[in-house]
């Protein structure tokens, strides 16, 4: 996960597991993500469950068992699973954070993108969905604002917790 990241509120937390959080991502139906720093200054992006989600029932488990999957992918197009917590208080995630804007942004502020730099953007995307089809997951949410453009290729996003 990456992006720019946002000052946080008043109510957000400080720490999310061994997380110190120093900013926000990002949010969606299924929570938030934050900008966190271990202990020794890894940046990763966490992503939050929603409360909500949380309290259904069996939602634990599908969550635990999405992580097994998520750390199984694989590939230069996505970045890794860093560690997480399905039996927190409030359930997260933490992957490698980029520090690339998403598809979504530089279209916005570059208008459209040159054909060759498409055919790349496609190639990489098509390989990091190969990487996570591998491992039992479907994306379920493609889409340019879940593609990050970094200088060394695409990184496909948020697929850590889609069946």
Partial sequence: MGSQSVPLRRWDPERIGPYAVLGRL???SMGQ???GRSAAGRLVAVKTIRPELAEEAGFRTRFAQEVAAARKVSGVYTPAVVDADPEADLPWLATAYVAAPSL???VLA???LPVPTVRWLAAGCAEALASIH???LVHRDLKPSNVLVAPDGPRVIDFGVAR
């Fill in 134 to 136: 591998g491992a039992g």
């Fill in 33 to 35: 993500v934050f900008l």
């Fill in 104 to 106: 979504a942004r530089l």
């Fill in 110 to 112: 570059c208008g459209p």
């Fill in 26 to 28: 990002g949010s969606g």
